[in-house]
T-cell receptor
Framework: KAGVTQTPRYLIKTRGQQVTLSCSPI?????VSWYQQTPGQGLQFLFE???????NKGNFPGRFSGRQFSNSRSEMNVSTLELGDSALYLC??????????????FGSGTQLSVL | AQSVSQHNHHVILSEAASLELGCNYS??????LFWYVQYPGQHLQLLLK??????LVKGIKGFEAEFIKSKFSFNLRKPSVQWSDTAEYFC?????????????FGRGTSLIVHP
């Protein structure tokens, strides 16, 4: 069974640009969540999608947005990039969003560098 | 707001030493607790989880964690570490939100084990 796939693996952008990251969950998983990982802040929750609907959103500005498609694949978009957006962006999937004890399956992440 | 605190940000040990990583959370309701590990160059993966029953849970690779409700703690332990345990360790608590459960992560603990 293929794991969670994130593309691209690395991205270099300049301030003011926008970026779109992609995530394909494990087959059969309908919940996709996104996290920002930085050395100082650890993992911070961005948002979660289930059946094409955003179920939860973290404390990030509106420049961060996402969507989920009918095949459960998800994209996140960051507009008007700032230097502080440089981070590893992780995607995770799980089968059922309502199961509290379900573990997350993480992708390898997209390393975004903003110059 | 719920939070997860990991008190040790950097830990350096020699092989065969014992390990205990602290994790405290602030949430008054029912919790489900997780420890995730990120080995160098690999994606995050589940080490162990607690959701009910015996408060002492055992995970992969000889790790265990004890849930102490009165102390709001879920410390990770291993009696004898190996060089291959060098990794970043994240404690997480699942919090109910919007019909689903969102994990709140601690900032992580970087463990370096010297051979």
């Amino acid at each position: 069974k293929a794991g969670v796939t994130q593309t691209p693996r690395y991205l270099i952008k300049t301030r003011g640009q926008q970026v779109t990251l992609s995530c394909s969950p494990i087959s059969g998983h309908r919940s996709v969540s996104w996290y920002q990982q930085t050395p100082g802040q650890g993992l911070q929750f961005l948002f979660e999608y289930f059946s094409e609907t955003q179920r939860n959103k973290g404390n990030f500005p509106g420049r961060f947005s996402g969507r989920q498609f009918s095949n459960s694949r998800s994209e996140m978009n960051v507009s008007t990039l700032e230097l502080g957006d440089s981070a590893l962006y992780l995607c995770a999937s799980q089968k059922d969003v309502g199961a509290t004890n379900e573990k997350l399956f993480f992708g390898s992440g997209t390393q975004l560098s903003v110059l | 707001a719920q939070s997860v605190s990991q008190h040790n940000h950097h830990v350096i040990l020699s092989e065969a030493a014992s390990l205990e990583l602290g994790c405290n959370y602030s949430y008054g309701g029912t919790v489900n607790l997780f420890w995730y590990v990120q080995y160098p160059g690999q994606h995050l993966q589940l080490l162990l989880k607690y959701f009910s029953g015996d408060p002492l849970v055992k995970g992969i690779k000889g790790f265990e964690a004890e849930f102490i409700k009165s102390k709001f703690s879920f410390n990770l332990r291993k009696p004898s570490v190996q060089w291959s345990d060098t990794a970043e360790y994240f404690c997480a608590v699942n919090v109910a939100s919007g019909g689903s459960y969102i994990p709140t992560f601690g900032r992580g603990t970087s463990l370096i084990v010297h051979p």
